[in-house]
């Protein structure tokens, strides 16, 4: 059965450094974008970051960019977020969500536009 598993999740200090891992199994993601999106105790789910099935382009929520950085290991069958100068406002459970979309793009950071979603990573940032 197709499935995302995410990892790397952690309590860490403001400031801090934190890199996420989304595994897949099941399926290959040589042909999707994925998506990750967080959510905080209180609110919605919302999208972080994507990347296009062969990694040549990514897309950043306003409030991650310069800080978060996705990357893809398509021999590994994973994706990661590299989280740097992690603020308390980034604590939430992270997730990560695939698209198919093959040789395209990442235009979009929507929940609605995702599937196969992992059963998220908590991060904390904290003092």
């Known amino acids: 059965q197709p499935q995302l598993v995410e990892s790397g999740g952690g309590l860490v200090q403001p400031g801090g450094s934190l890199r996420l891992s989304c595994a897949a199994s099941?399926?290959?993601?040589?042909?999707?974008?994925i998506g990750w999106f967080r959510q905080a105790p209180g609110k919605g789910r919302e999208g972080v970051s994507c990347?296009?099935?062969?990694?040549?382009?990514?897309k950043y929520a306003d409030s991650v960019k310069g800080r978060f950085t996705i990357s893809r290991d398509n021999a590994k069958n994973t994706v990661y977020l590299q989280m740097n100068s992690l603020k308390p406002e980034d604590t939430a459970v992270y997730y990560c969500a695939a698209r198919f979309a093959p040789g395209r793009v990442c235009i979009s950071i929507g929940r609605l536009d995702y599937g196969n979603w992992g059963q998220g990573t908590q991060v904390t940032v904290s003092s």
């Open positions: 990347i296009s099935s062969s990694g040549g382009s990514t």
């Open positions: 099941g399926f290959t993601l040589d042909y999707y974008t």
